[in-house]
């Protein structure tokens, strides 16, 4: 069966820096975008990096562009996200998810585009 599952959550202080990552396991097919969304409480799910299935082309959300990276290692079959500079408004679960395409190049931001989850790991940033 299809699973995803991130790792590298944790507790740091403003300033500082962590390392999502995401193992994916029973896909279809290895072409197939990756992106990263994060929930708040209270507020709804939003975009924060994706990357192409070929590693070639990236988006990011502009709260965290130069302070986000977003790489995939194919081989590995996992996705990374190396988060910098991380502030208290980054708190939040954040959830990766596979996006099947056609294309080498395509990136979409809607969470409705998305066609697998993970279950979510878990960043606090405190102040």
């Known amino acids: 069966q299809v699973q995803l599952v991130e790792s590298g959550g944790g507790l740091v202080q403003a300033g500082g820096s962590l390392r999502l990552s995401c193992v994916a396991s029973g896909l279809p097919s290895s072409r197939y975008a990756m992106g990263w969304f994060r929930q708040a409480p209270g507020k709804e799910r939003e975009f924060v990096a994706a990357i192409t299935w070929s590693g070639g082309g990236t988006a990011y959300a502009d709260s965290v562009k130069g302070r986000f990276t977003i790489s995939r290692d194919n081989a590995k079959n996992t996705v990374y996200l190396q988060m910098n500079s991380l502030k208290p408004e980054d708190t939040a679960v954040y959830y990766c998810?596979?996006?099947?395409?056609?294309?080498?190049?395509?990136?979409?931001?809607?969470?409705?585009?998305?066609?697998?989850w993970g279950q979510g790991t878990q960043v606090t940033v405190s102040s």
């Open positions: 998810a596979a996006d099947f395409t056609s294309s080498p190049t395509v990136v979409r931001t809607s969470r409705r585009e998305y066609d697998y």
